[in-house]
């Protein structure tokens, strides 16, 4: 059974980092038949797909448009785990994060982690 | 603005059916996936593919796709059915993930 277990901070300031982990058990982030996906929800945009890593003899990354210059999403194979680092935050950013796993194919998201609630404010 | 678009809310009496649907351009091209949302928990995937059911999800939610319009199809719906329902699929552009706006559904 595959579980997706997120940590990071509730509170962020703005311009700073947003930075998230999130821990994997019961698959591999190096999974040639998996990626791995950070969502977002918030009352005004609803559900919003951020970006993923995944590895296909090596790693790649796609962002979505609306965050691609300030979005990094790593693998940490060591820790099975992977990350999201969201730079330069406004109050725009506040939403719950989750990370998801999608398998079939690249956006049927069948795992998800608990989500986290992060809040952008000084 | 989402481009994938769902009707804002819908209702459906015990026991009946009801559709949830969801339209875009990129559904001519590729399959919807279906989530329910229940307040404070994380989406659950309920349909991929053509129709498929992830272990565990009931017989009475099927998936269906015409033109750029796909379905979400609740055949018998149950209380415990009350919820968010969202779809999504490839963008336009077929490289990113987009999701629609979400469908809540009331059972009466």
């Known amino acids: 059974q595959v579980q997706l277990q997120q940590s990071g901070p509730g509170l962020v300031k703005p311009s700073q980092t947003l930075s998230l982990t999130c821990a994997i058990s019961g698959d591999s982030v190096s999974s040639n038949s998996a990626t791995w996906n950070w969502v977002r929800q918030s009352p005004s945009r609803g559900l919003e797909w951020l970006g993923r890593?995944?590895?296909?003899?090596?790693?790649?990354?796609d962002y979505a448009v609306s965050v691609k210059s300030r979005i990094s999403i790593n693998p940490d194979t060591s820790k099975n785990q992977f990350s999201l680092h969201l730079n330069f935050v406004t109050p725009e950013d506040t939403a719950v994060y989750y990370c998801t796993r999608a398998t079939s194919s690249d956006y049927d998201f069948d795992c998800w982690g608990q989500g986290t609630l992060v809040t952008v404010s000084s | 603005s989402s481009e994938l678009t769902q009707d804002p809310a819908v209702s459906v009496a015990l026991g009946q059916t009801v559709r949830i649907t969801c339209q875009g351009d990129s559904l001519r091209s590729y399959y919807a996936s279906w989530y329910q949302q229940k307040p404070g928990q994380a989406p659950l995937l309920v349909i991929y593919?053509?129709?498929n059911r992830p272990s565990g999800i009931p017989d009475r939610f099927s998936g269906s796709s015409s033109g750029n319009t796909a379905s979400l199809t609740i055949t018998g719906a149950q209380a415990e059915d009350e919820a968010d329902y969202y779809c999504n699929s490839r963008d336009s552009s077929g490289s990113h993930v987009v999701f629609g706006g979400g469908t809540k559904l009331t059972v009466l």
């Open positions: 890593t995944y590895y296909r003899s090596k790693w790649y990354n």
């Open positions: 593919g053509k129709s």
